[in-house]
């Protein structure tokens, strides 16, 4: 199956998608704000595929994909936008790309062999200062300009998390075993956070330029064990004050 949309005009466009079976491509094309992109493949889907592009601002973008072998790409090019991937299932993939400000990203992923990959470039402008308890974010947090959330459970998963500009905040969970995440942050008043639980798994945080928040990295040493919850995090403020989770 093949659907194909495309909207125009000033914006508040809306667009839903269901795809079952094997091999289903869906593309949904918005320029204008506020649109909506809800593409659902599931029902034991197989080697779906789903692109979602959006021009505007404040334009928000669901997907969820349940199945193996599944792709999902997000694209957002202006401000104010939202991207939630679901993908429940074996050797998924998901790719979100946000190219301007006050973003947010979740992707949540379970089964494995899944990856996730998440890009984001919140240009210049941004709060100018980050939260002193990191804690577990919730979708558009105040205290950041952009940030991003990844949440995988199973194994042999891999998470990478790119960020440039101002007041971005990376906040990965993996539970499972010999899974990968790879944090690389550029920029002003940054902040990551990455938990993991089960054995085997490594983690790897990057960051560069003023006023960043420390990265900290926790594993539970309980083999084969994938529960998140059980993460002792252990975050830091921009004075180096240390809080467990």
Known sequence: NTSNVAQGGTGGNTANVTQTGIFGISSVSQTGSIGTANVTQRDASQNQTSYVTQAGDADSATVDQSG??????????????????????????????????????RVTQTGNGNSSNVSQNSLSSGAGYTHLELGEPVLNDP????????????????STVTTTGASNFAFVQQGGSNNT???LATGTNTAAFVE???SGNSSSVSQSGVNNNYPTTSEVPNPGGNNIAAAAGVHAGLGGELAVA
């Open 196 to 198: 993991q639980a089960g």
């Open 68 to 105: 193996d072998t599944n792709l999902s790409s997000v694209d957002q090019q202006a401000n104010t936008n939202a991207a939630v991937v679901k993908q429940n299932g074996n050797n998924n993939g998901s790719a979100v790309s946000q190219l301007a400000a006050n973003n947010a990203a």
């Open 181 to 183: 995440s790879g944090v």
């Open 143 to 158: 205290n950041y300009s952009s940030y991003v959330v990844v949440q995988q459970v199973g194994d042999v998963l891999g």
